[in-house]
């Protein structure tokens, strides 16, 4: 899959995943999320792998992205994540 084939989409799924304080989202979470977006959007079977969520988030955190600050926690050996001010989305950045 090339690097920007539906990167948009993958960037509000994260969001949409992060803004949401009612749920604790780890990277199996993550990645399905990414994948219903992009079914839901394109009806396509293309499935993220967690090396692209990786690369997602760590553009979403730099510069160059959104400089989104990530809060991560653990729970049971899984790490979970979710934005440090429950105000804060890139729709708004």
Request: include cysteine.
């Amino acid at each position: 899959m090339a690097t920007n084939k539906n990167a948009q989409i993958r960037y509000l799924a994260l969001d949409r995943c992060f803004s949401n304080f009612g749920r604790n989202y780890n990277y199996d979470d993550l990645i399905d999320a990414c994948n219903k977006a992009i079914y839901d959007y394109s009806g396509s079977q293309e499935s993220v792998k967690k090396r692209q969520v990786q690369y997602d988030i760590q553009y979403m955190k730099s510069d160059s992205g959104w400089s989104v600050e990530l809060e991560t926690y653990r729970i049971d050996r899984k790490a979970y994540f979710r934005y440090k001010d429950k105000k804060y989305s890139i729709k708004n950045a």
